[in-house]
């Protein structure tokens, strides 16, 4: 999927108008699609602590909050595992992933995450320049933080 946040005019003001009514349409409608594929069983067990963060992560992703999605997805990927499949509030993220996430590339989700969550003096991650001109870059690896979330949550059909 490529949907592009700012337009040919990179003006600094553009990032903080209201998002592009059409970009958001296409976004919403690329999710419900995603949701509907991932659903192959009748039943699932969904934690209510991550339905509601995976709601506020949708729209982060409608409206080109890359990074919001990116740090959310790990969360609600969490909250869902901590609460139906492992059924332990004391694990650490790192184990529960490994753990309970069928899928693959979750460390890298993680790392990745975690390289914007956690400064690091040394190498910086997050400068104003870079976030603004990696726009593109930021997007790719929100919409497979998206499809790497969807799949967590239908991951045990069945049940």
């Keep these: 999927m490529k949907l592009k946040l700012l337009e040919d005019n990179k003006d600094m003001e553009d990032i903080f108008e209201y998002p592009n009514k059409k970009n958001w349409q296409e976004r919403r409608i690329w999710i419900n699609k995603e949701l509907e594929e991932a659903e192959i069983g009748f039943s699932y ?26 740090i959310m997805s790990i969360s609600v990927i969490d909250a869902h595992l901590r609460e139906t499949e492992a059924m ?3 694990i650490g993220t790192a184990k529960l992933l490994n753990d309970y996430y069928t899928g693959e590339e979750i460390n890298w989700l993680r790392v990745l995450r975690n390289k914007y969550v956690h400064a690091d003096f ?8 870079a976030w603004f001109d990696n726009q593109n870059e930021l997007e790719e ?7 790497m979330t969807i799949k967590a949550l239908f991951q045990s059909p069945g049940t």
């Design 45 to 70: 067990i969904v934690s209510d602590h991550a339905t509601a963060l995976f709601m506020d992560m949708q729209i982060a992703y409608c409206a080109g909050a890359w990074l919001s999605v990116i």
């Design 88 to 90: 332990d509030n004391k």
């Design 122 to 129: 040394d190498k910086p991650v997050l400068e104003m320049n």
């Design 141 to 147: 690896n929100a919409t497979k933080a998206m499809k």
